[in-house]
């Protein structure tokens, strides 16, 4: 990993997540934030199977929608895509063990969460976040989802569909979170960095 890593909530916008923001240089058309770095949003998904870069998910003839998420872009310049899935189950991971906390302030009864690779779980099974990484010409790129209002949400045979929303509208709670994973997202990266230059090479 080469560099700092720039984070960005965008407070004053909605903005629909469709698929093809997952490209190179969104970060920096959209909110104008240079070099490796991960915006994030709360905006409606709706990703039709044709948008999707998920191979196992295009075959199968899957979509993604919900009505309101908690969407997580990032784009890596100098990492490899191995890095990039590695990056993503460390974000996910740092998910998981903040979401019990806001799903107690947001009145869920049993506010845990379970972690299988990068899919996030609610307590009576429910399935959280839709996730992704792939790799552009120039850089590794990630997408992170978190179920607000899953409305609209396709249904499956294999699991269900949660959300951090079940009745009436959220305050601060989800906006606050958003911003807390990206500082510690970018706490991690910054001490992966400190880590891989403090050290002698050993001969």
Known sequence: ????LRVHFESERRIPYL???LRPHYLLETFRVE???IAAWRGPCRV???ALVDWEDRLARDRIEAREMLHFLGEFFGISLREGVLLQRMMVALAAA???AL???LGHADPS?????DDLYLADGGKLSVSIVTASPVSVLLHLGLNIDASGAPQSDAWKTGALVTAGEPGDE???FGRDLLQAVQSEWRSIQRACVKVRPVL
């Open 1 to 4: 990993m080469y560099g700092d």
């Open 19 to 21: 698929g093809g923001e």
């Open 35 to 37: 070099g490796s770095a």
């Open 48 to 50: 039709e199977t044709g």
């Open 98 to 100: 903040r979401l019990p």
């Open 103 to 105: 799903l107690t302030a």
């Open 113 to 117: 969460v379970s972690r299988d690779g």
């Open 174 to 176: 989800i906006s606050a």
